[in-house]
């Protein structure tokens, strides 16, 4: 039986204008998406993965249109979110929320955890204000923290609480998916799992999905069912998680998994290293044909010509290379 998703982004482009020039208004775009498609089943994690620059976060906040997209669709529950006017719209993000990357950042310094995690309530209504100091002290709770911390304000807690104050907020409306941006790339590798084993948790306790940003290949390995690789705008392999640990086919793909260390030291001298070279081209000028073959070690002038598409070249997950390697397979522990 097929199972429909959650949410299903389709052809998704963000373009930035840019400014400058000699001649106002005639500079290209910056192309930041370049037609991604990701899909979010009910309760599952979808980890998008990626250097830097690649366009991840991006995608997060155009789903939720924090910047508006440039062209897709982004259907959720059979409506597609970039077509919601601002009421529908509103009435939407009661089911979506956000965690961002930095805790601090994200929280506001004036406010206290108890005003911070009741403010979705107090904007979508619901609930009277003694209903909401209590429903604050459950979700602390149910995130780890004590209740009785409620009246702190946000410099007062370690940036891994602190990002257990966002994961409660984003839970305080019982949203049906939840994307988390780098949600652990500015804590301590030690807390990360923690946070991460968190979000496991409460996915199995309230059937929540993520859609899971991380340049960190160990986190989405650990915490996502499908994962999608994405290379300057574009997403260059997808398939799921054993898919693309056990058996990754784009060179992208293997050189991200081969900088994984191994715990082991005899077989990290031993194992074999895909090394990048060149930096990651510009989004403003991307190269023609395949973007990822400047820095290919298997780049031919078909790569320079034409852009090769996403699809399954015989290993049952989909790549867009030119030259799979269908047989390779390096795996991370």
């Known amino acids: 039986m097929t199972i429909e998703p959650l949410l299903d982004v389709r052809g998704l482009v963000k373009e930035f204008p840019q400014s ?10 910056i192309r930041a998406v370049s037609g991604v498609d990701v899909q979010v089943l009910p309760g599952q994690t979808h980890g998008l993965v990626g250097e830097s620059g ?86 602390l709770k149910q995130v780890g923290l004590n209740p009785e911390h409620a009246a702190r304000y946000p410099h007062q807690f370690s940036g891994g609480q602190r990002q ?17 941006d780098e949600p652990v790339s500015a804590l301590d590798v030690s807390i990360q799992a923690q946070v991460v084993n968190l979000m496991r948790d409460l996915q199995r306790e309230l059937n929540v999905s993520y859609l899971f940003i991380a340049h960190d290949l160990a986190v989405v390995r650990h915490i996502s069912d499908v994962v999608s690789v994405m290379y300057l705008g574009k997403i260059v392999e997808t398939g ?37 070279v060149g930096d990651l081209p510009s989004p403003a000028d991307p190269p023609s044909g395949c973007r990822f073959r400047t820095r290919c070690w298997k780049a031919t002038e078909l790569c320079a010509e034409e852009e090769p598409a996403l699809e399954d070249p015989g290993v049952g997950h989909s790549v867009a290379c030119h030259h799979p390697e269908v047989e390779v397979a390096i795996s991370s522990r």
């Open 20 to 29: 400058g020039g000699i001649i106002p208004g005639r500079l290209s775009p």
């Open 54 to 139: 690649c366009g991840k976060s991006t995608v997060a906040r155009t789903i939720l249109q924090l910047d508006k997209p440039t062209a897709g669709e982004a259907i959720f529950e059979g409506r597609d979110l970039f077509k919601l006017n601002k009421s529908d719209l509103r009435e939407a993000r009661k089911d979506i929320q956000i965690v961002f990357q930095d805790p601090f950042s994200s929280l506001n310094p004036r406010m206290t955890v108890q005003s911070i995690i009741e403010e979705p309530f107090v904007i979508h209504g619901g609930a009277h204000k003694s209903e909401r100091e209590a429903e604050v002290k459950r979700l």
């Open 164 to 180: 257990r104050v966002g994961i409660a907020r984003a839970l305080a409306l019982q949203p049906k998916l939840i994307i988390a």
């Open 240 to 276: 799921s998680r054993d898919d693309i640990y056990e058996n990754p086919t784009h060179p992208y793909t293997q050189a991200l998994l081969s900088a994984v260390p191994e715990p082991d030291p005899i077989l990290e001298r031993m194992r074999e290293r895909r090394v990048l």
